[in-house]
């Protein structure tokens, strides 16, 4: 299993662009990168996944090294509503493959 | 569509007691997990299973088992329950095929006393 290693909480300001870097060096050749977001009393819900370089959407921005072996998330111009646990998955979702989560960062934006 | 479906969404329970959470999903997804969440910590995995008639252990098993009824529903139970079982307990799915995003039901807060 891919172990992923996260920094537990960070701070942020509106309006400032957030970058959370994940780490995980055993990563396998089928293996996804996946970020989820969770408020309080609710399950976590999909942000991005990427396999290789990077990926944008409308919410983020996943940047992935060539080794593979970390990857940023990279949300742009935070407001107070970001205030979540960004969890960073790592493994091959896919055919019922044991998907194990880290401790998370807990990200807080303040006004 | 109604996505990850769990039931009870509270449950209180007396020590040794014994119950079932129910999970059910309307996305035709092969793949269904359980994790539960301890307060301020994150999602431990306890059992998933790959496909109808299939489940296999997760981070913590013990105490718990599961039955994949059918390929929409995937139950949990508690056989007999502790405080330590305490905890708010959550459902997923996810597709076959891919990089199998996981999709998430509400969660099921359960309290052992």
């Known amino acids: 299993l891919a172990k992923t290693t996260q920094p537990i909480s960070m701070d942020s300001y509106e309006g400032q662009e957030v970058n959370i870097t994940c780490s995980h060096n055993?990563?396998?050749?089928?293996?996804?990168i996946t970020w989820y977001q969770q408020f309080p009393s609710q399950g976590p819900r999909f942000i991005i996944q990427?396999?290789?370089t990077k990926v944008t959407n409308e919410v983020a921005s996943l940047f992935i090294p060539a080794d593979r072996k970390s990857s940023t998330l990279s949300l742009p111009r935070v407001s107070l509503s970001d205030t979540a646990v960004y969890y960073c998955l790592v493994g091959e979702g896919g055919y019922g493959n044991k998907l194990v989560f880290g401790a998370g960062t807990i990200l807080r934006v303040k006004s | 569509n109604a996505g990850v479906t769990q039931t009870p969404k509270f449950q209180v329970l007396k020590t040794g007691q014994s119950m079932t959470l129910q999970c059910a999903q309307d996305?035709?997804?092969?793949?269904m997990y359980w994790y539960r969440q301890d307060p301020g910590m994150g999602l431990r995995l306890i059992y998933y299973s790959a496909s109808e008639g299939t489940t296999d252990k997760g981070e913590v098993p013990n105490g718990y088992n599961v039955s994949r009824l059918n390929k929409r529903e995937f139950s949990l139970r508690l056989e007999s329950a502790a405080p330590s079982q305490t905890s708010v307990y959550f459902c997923a799915s996810s597709e076959a095929r891919g990089s199998g995003e996981l999709f998430f039901g509400e969660g099921s807060r359960l309290t052992v006393l």
């Open positions: 055993n990563i396998a050749t089928n293996d996804y």
């Open positions: 990427g396999y290789k």
């Open positions: 996305m035709n997804h092969n793949s």
